[in-house]
């Protein structure tokens, strides 16, 4: 009797495989890939413009012009872009006024990735390439990520996550692949350093981006500055908080210079999503 695999319990190479014959498939069309510079949408693009090319069908990498990621992400995302071989556009969009998330609310991620996506459809329609894909991973299913209702709403194609490709397969294959964002440590939107329920604006952002551009010049692989009021709260891996120590009087002024009346190490060190804790936590709650 055959037994059929569910995703997650299918090898590297058989999903390796799938995700290839998917991309395939998808990309008879030309493609549009909603694509950050990130490990994920980076192979993605890779994948997509491979598939492409034996279908001879486009494919546009396209990047969000967004305040709520640091300013370099569009060169790198270029770069990046011209690496792979693929034309890469930007689209500029505010999502602070015109996906309602002035005041950071719970949902801030379904309401941004739904404007996001929105503006990225209509520009593929102007492309006319009817199929838009993006990069979301197995592995992003498992912890709190409103946004992935909004790509489910808008029917956009995510075949990472279809293949069962988790966040280190992506990295494995990025290597194989010889794409240079494979190790790159993930960058959500500035917006995270904030609790929810905190009045956004453009100063604040940058703020966040000043700070983390500095602690970055330490070497730091993972780092977050989490704002609470007047406090700057550090994250970073628990094997580098030596580093934070050695650094702390450079630190304390760059960042107390930045008008922060407290500058802390968080002793519970990097946690992706840490703002999220108490309202996941709520959610399971809810479930139960």
Same mark, same amino acid.
């Given at each position: 009797m055959e037994i059929i695999k569910t995703v997650s319990e299918?090898?590297?190479k058989e999903k390796t495989e799938a995700l290839c014959e998917r991309l395939r498939v998808l990309t008879l069309e030309d493609t549009v890939v909603a694509f950050s510079g990130g490990a994920d949408s980076s192979l993605l693009l890779k994948l997509a413009v491979l598939a492409a090319r034996e279908n001879g069908t486009k494919v546009f990498g396209i990047t969000a012009g967004t305040k709520l990621h640091p300013l370099s992400d569009l060169e790198s995302a270029r770069k990046i872009a011209e690496e792979i071989g693929a034309e890469h556009l930007v689209v500029h969009m505010d999502?602070?006024?015109?996906?309602?998330?002035?005041?950071n609310p719970e949902d801030r991620c379904y309401r941004c990735k739904k404007y996001l996506f929105e503006e990225l459809q209509k520009k593929a329609k102007e492309l006319k390439a009817p199929v838009l894909l993006e990069g979301t991973n197995a592995d992003d299913c498992k912890v709190y990520?409103? *946004?992935? /209702?909004?790509?489910q709403e808008l029917g956009i194609i995510s075949p990472l996550m279809?293949?069962?490709?988790?966040k280190e397969e992506v990295r494995q294959l990025s290597r194989e692949y010889e794409i240079t964002t494979a190790d790159r440590p993930a960058a959500p939107c500035l917006a995270t350093r904030f609790p929810y329920g905190t009045v956004l604006t453009w100063e604040k952002l940058r703020l966040v981006e000043q700070?983390?551009?500095?602690?970055?010049?330490?070497?730091?692989?993972?780092?977050?500055l989490r704002v609470h009021d007047s406090c700057a709260r550090?994250?970073?891996?628990?094997?580098e908080f030596?580093?934070?120590?050695k650094n702390s009087r450079a630190i304390v002024d760059f960042i107390s210079g930045l008008g922060f009346d407290y500058v802390t190490l968080d002793?519970? *060190?990097? /946690?992706?999503g840490s703002m999220d804790l108490h309202v996941a936590n709520r959610k399971m709650v809810e479930k139960e």
């Open positions: 299918k090898s590297y999502e602070l006024e015109k996906a309602g998330i002035m005041k990520r409103p *946004g992935l /209702r909004a790509l279809e293949a069962g490709v988790t700070a983390e551009t500095f602690l970055k010049t330490f070497g730091f692989y993972n780092v977050r550090i994250e970073v891996d628990e094997k030596a580093l934070v120590c002793l519970g *060190g990097f /946690r992706s």
